[in-house]
């Protein structure tokens, strides 16, 4: 089998798809169509696979290639030694991951000069021959025929044939697989502090005498051990069980010099099983299975992350609509920045109702005419420091408007990041003479608007709904996230006239450079009248147009058919959907009765099959169609504003800000995020939180611990109310870290509004049993 149907053939039994799809796809990649692209408009010749299913086949064939790549090096290598057999050349085209290759060629690859080497020039390879060929001889006898100048002695002797036994052993793949299978399954990761560390690593108390099965270590705990010792808090190791593991796997390497007797050359054979296993393969295995945990935890950490992100850009917006923009402060004042329905910033103040200035009137009163005079729906106001007392005062000023003004709706939403696009590039191109601070309220404004639009302009690890995200591969991690920005970007579509470059560079076929030589087109020629007009921006060429065309909104244009996801080759096949109703196109887009007479399978052609029929039918029912939510948000109570306000048994609104692999962060409204751990998701079992709650999600929670001295929040979202968590096996004995301070609303709409509390036990706060356990270990890293 030739390497692409080998490849292919391996990527189909992973996707659960057929190995004539992945090729077909993996053709279509490689001529440089975007997985967005193939995953919508090439349903046909893929056979609708998926874009979950074409991004693991991307990302499985970098893989995959390079491990031909190594095969086909191996093989060379080893034919030019002459030392390739036909077992040999079939055990390495069954290799299936780069660890097995690599075992298999360890006796071939070129090394530097061993003692396995240098017993072999001293001609003690035929006493290692001669002692595993007669198990009945003495070794210290049979080695005193190979003494000379340079082995002076019988233990010299016997130690070059050790060297030569030992290397044969380290080299054997089906030893190597064998002990990597055993450890796999049984080592334990063992954690110790570091004498005189103890207070300096405080926070990673928890590891200072830990050991847990290497198998069943969680990414985020991993992630939290792998940080302490490389902070030198903790030193790590992996072995067996400190019991009996090393005898067990002495055994294993025993077992392949087949050492069963009781004679004196298998007795001194087991001996030189346990020094190999010892002194050359515990070690070797040890740096490979800390590489492997390293690598899963970093891998599990990037797709909380990737998920997380998911989650936030497919946040509904507010939609266009005249927004007041608050960057809450003290000393410093609230910025306040009013974009219109298009996100263009209109005026901007500074306000200062708190201490030192107290000007509270002057506050209200500046609030006041800048809703009258943009007429303002929507107040946006970040989380950051004041923000609940900010939002009273907005609240107040509301209440003074005549009734005759319609009053805007205030909403709280996430300002993580906002500082970070304030400072950047970006936003001093955008607003060149506006004060950085004011920039973050434009920011915060825009981002209720339409949260996608906005938080495409911020590095995704400035959003905060990372795990670790510091600690794991930075190449991987910016690979993953670009992948999810791109699928949401071109899931949502993009107005053509109105999206930013930023936004336009994630969309399928564009890139940074296209997007600006767009956008500079739309700002030398005016908007674009349709989709075709995109040829004569400077660069573009047909290739980039097919692959960006479906995903770009014209409204209004001259060709109803571009303000779809139809995408412009499927113009011709769509009119004849529409004739065959004898109506115009512009009264079907829209009714979702229009079609019903009409089957799919009556416009079917060579070039265009059911699958894309059906989605133009779809399209012209519902034209550009968002698939984000409707926006809602969750309602802040009213007299909770700090974590002194808080007592267990209070049941509150909230929005998710952050999940991971040990639960969720909820923004209550009291600038301290609280954790559901994940014993306390639901009333039943919950594996990955993931299951049950999504960033950016309204839920309702109930208090069951208040640590106001170590900021701590522990709520739960069982119906119980936290009381049976004792009994959850779940909560029992887990232990799980939080990688971020506790600023609230980390989600991209926290709520406002009034919600009612019930008052709870008088504990002071703390709460007992397993969840007080669980909750412990989940803030201990604060």
């Excluded at 190999?276 to 800390?290: D, G, Y």
């Excluded at 510091?470 to 699928?487: G, P, Y």
Aim: hydrophobic residues 40%; aromatic residues 4%; charged residues 25%.
């Amino acid at each position: 089998m030739d390497t692409p149907a080998r490849i292919a053939r391996t990527i189909a039994t992973e996707i659960s798809a057929r190995p004539e799809q992945v090729g077909a796809a993996v053709k279509l990649l490689d001529e440089g169509a975007t997985v967005p692209f193939v995953a919508r408009y090439r349903k046909e010749v893929t056979g609708g696979l998926d874009d979950t299913q074409l991004r693991t086949l991307s990302d499985r064939l970098s893989y995959l290639r390079e491990l031909e790549a190594r095969r086909d090096t191996i093989l060379k290598s080893i034919k030019d030694q002459d030392k390739l057999t036909d077992d040999l050349a079939k055990a390495i085209v069954a290799a299936d991951t780069k660890a097995q290759l690599e075992d298999i060629y360890l006796p071939y690859k070129p090394k530097r000069r061993t003692k396995a080497m240098i017993a072999r020039e001293n001609g003690l390879e035929p006493l290692a021959q001669a002692i595993l060929a007669d198990r009945n001889a003495d070794p210290e006898h049979v080695a005193q025929g190979f003494l000379s100048e340079t082995v002076a002695t019988t233990k010299d002797a016997l130690n070059g044939a050790r060297d030569i036994i030992t290397e044969g052993l380290a080299e054997n793949a089906n030893l190597l697989g064998e002990l990597r299978g055993f450890l796999q399954r049984e080592a334990r990761l063992t954690a110790k502090v570091i004498e005189g560390q103890e207070q300096a690593g405080a926070k990673f108390s928890d590891y200072f005498d830990h050991s847990e099965l290497w198998a069943n270590v969680p990414s985020h705990r991993a992630l939290a051990m792998l940080r302490a010792q490389k902070e030198g808090v903790v030193t790590l190791d992996i072995g067996p069980d400190p019991e009996d593991g090393a005898d067990r796997a002495e055994t294993i390497v025993a077992a392949h010099l087949q050492t069963r007797g009781t004679g004196p050359g298998d007795l001194w054979l087991r001996k030189v099983a346990g020094w190999t296993w010892r002194v050359k393969l515990s070690l070797s295995m040890m740096v490979e299975l800390m590489a492997d945990l390293r690598a899963r935890a970093q891998e599990e950490a990037i797709q909380v992350f990737a998920r997380n992100l998911k989650d936030l850009l497919f946040a509904a917006p507010a939609g266009p609509r005249a927004t007041l923009g608050l960057d809450p402060g003290i000393r410093t004042g609230v910025k306040a920045a009013v974009v219109d329905a298009t996100g263009k910033l209109l005026a901007t103040e500074t306000l200062y109702p708190f201490q030192p200035k107290n000007d509270l009137r002057g506050a209200q009163a500046t609030i006041y005419k800048l809703i009258a005079d943009h007429k303002i729906e929507l107040i946006a106001i970040g989380n950051g420091t004041a923000s609940r007392e900010t939002e009273r005062m907005v609240a107040d000023t509301i209440k003074m408007l005549p009734k005759s003004v319609k009053a805007p709706t205030k909403v709280v939403v996430s300002e993580a990041g906002a500082s970070v696009y304030s400072a950047s590039e970006l936003a001093a191109r955008e607003f060149p003479d506006l004060d950085v601070s004011l920039r973050g309220a434009v920011s915060i404004a825009r981002r209720l608007q339409d949260p996608l639009a906005e938080l495409v302009k911020i590095e995704p690890k400035s959003i905060g709904v990372g795990q670790y995200q510091h600690d794991v591969d930075q190449h991987r991690l910016s690979k993953m996230l670009e992948a999810v920005i791109e699928d949401v970007v071109n899931a949502v579509g993009v107005d053509l006239n109105m999206a930013s470059a930023p936004l336009l560079a994630h969309v399928s076929g564009l890139g940074p450079g296209l997007a600006e030589a767009v956008v500079a087109h739309r700002d030398t020629n005016g908007a674009f009248a349709s989709r075709r007009e995109l040829l004569k921006v400077a660069r573009l060429g047909p290739r980039a147009y097919e692959q960006c065309a479906g995903f770009l909104r014209i409204r209004d244009g001259k060709e109803p058919l571009d303000a779809s996801s139809v995408h412009p080759e499927a113009y011709k096949v769509a009119r004849e959907i529409v004739n065959a109703c004898g109506r115009d196109i512009r009264q079907i887009m829209g009714d979702d009765t229009a079609l019903a007479s009409l089957r799919a399978e009556q416009f079917v052609t060579d070039t265009f099959g059911l699958p894309t029929i059906r989605d133009i039918f779809a399209e012209l029912e519902k034209p550009g169609r968002d698939p984000r939510p409707s926006f809602v948000t969750a309602s802040f109570a009213d007299g909770v504003e700090t974590m002194a306000d808080l007592k267990p048994g209070m049941v509150l609104e909230g929005t998710v800000t952050n999940v991971a692999a040990f639960g969720a962060f909820v923004d209550i409204g009291v600038h301290q995020d609280g954790l559901v751990h994940v014993s306390q998701l639901a009333d039943r079992f919950v594996k990955d939180p993931h299951e049950v709650v999504k960033t950016g999600q309204v839920v309702k929670v109930t208090v069951t611990e208040v640590d106001v001295a170590r900021k701590r929040i522990g709520l739960t979202m069982r119906k119980d109310g936290g009381t049976s968590a004792r009994d959850d096996r779940n909560a029992r004995g887990q232990r799980a870290e939080q990688n971020r301070g506790g600023k609230g609303g980390r989600g991209s709409n926290a709520p406002t509004g009034k919600q009612p509390m019930k008052s709870g036990p008088k504990d002071g706060g703390q709460s007992t049993g397993a969840l007080g356990a669980a909750l412990k270990d989940a803030f201990k890293k604060r």
